[in-house]
């Protein structure tokens, strides 16, 4: 019984230092990530990065692609300026007119190039990565039944069924019973956590990335997905979209779910 506690708790530990990997490589707020070593050189030369960075860049690309532009990691320099991310040297003074995830090349040998200075932030996808990253070192280590849960991204393998609750968008503290999930993934997103006045003007952190307008709604935008970081990635195309319909969906075999306020019970 000791020897497999004591194997559950190693194998837990192992699902944790990948998560913490993941932040070390692909955070936005330290300045020597090697997401940002790319934000500071890639438009330069070909960077080599870490096969991780290149893996969730190359599912970045795809959601771009699908989503018709919708899901965009170049959004940074307006998260920046709105004060929800930090101004890093490499950041400053730099032109990014009209850039696009469209001016990220993947090259052999995980290589990226930019087409023209870009400054990509991965918080829309990053998160579900880690997740999967974590259920699939859980899976490695021998253990088949597990439920990660990173603060609105749910990912749950095996043969057991979690509750599943959704929060009230305009009462946050609020939440609601939605059903159970098994073998998938879920993730919500919403602006009623990250919302802050910007030059006199009230201002999320969901950017619409052909407008370069922020979106403040009074909804909540849940996905169901295979696997967390598709969950997480569709969440801004169904806020984006405001459409359950939309091909992504069908395309990789999610669901979305548009939440408005209820009332509680």
Not at 80 to 93: I, Q
Not at 121 to 128: E, P, Q, R, S
Not at 213 to 231: N, R
């Amino acid at each position: 019984m000791q020897h497999a506690i004591e194997w559950v708790h190693v194998a837990i530990s192992k699902a944790y230092q990948v998560i913490e990997e993941i932040q070390f490589l692909m955070s936005f707020h330290d300045k020597s990530s090697a997401l940002n070593q790319l934000n500071a050189t890639a438009h330069l030369n070909a960077v080599q990065t870490h096969p991780w960075v290149y893996a969730i860049l190359q599912r970045a690309q795809k959601i771009h692609d699908y989503s018709n532009g919708l899901f965009d990691c170049s959004i940074a320099p307006i998260l920046v300026d709105y004060g929800f991310l930090p101004a890093h040297h490499a950041h400053e003074n730099r032109v990014f007119l009209r850039a696009s995830q469209q001016d990220m090349i993947l090259l052999p040998d995980h290589k990226i190039l930019f087409k023209q200075p870009l400054c990509l932030d991965l918080g829309g996808i990053a998160k579900g990565f880690a997740v999967d990253l974590a259920i699939h070192c859980l899976r490695q280590q021998g253990i088949t039944n597990a439920v990660i849960n990173a603060g609105g991204d749910l990912r749950v393998m095996g043969n057991i069924e979690e509750p599943i609750y959704i929060r009230n968008p305009v009462q946050p503290q609020q939440v609601q019973y939605l059903g159970r999930l098994s073998e998938g993934a879920m993730a919500t997103s919403g602006s009623y956590f990250a919302t802050k006045n910007h030059h006199h003007q009230q201002v999320s952190h969901l950017i619409h990335p052909l407008t370069q307008q922020s979106m403040i709604t009074e909804k909540s935008f849940t996905v169901i997905a295979p696997q967390a970081w598709l969950a997480d990635a569709l969440t801004k195309v169904l806020v984006l979209s405001q459409n359950t319909h939309h091909e992504c969906f069908k395309r990789f075999g999610a669901q979305g779910l548009i939440t408005e306020k209820f009332e509680s019970e």
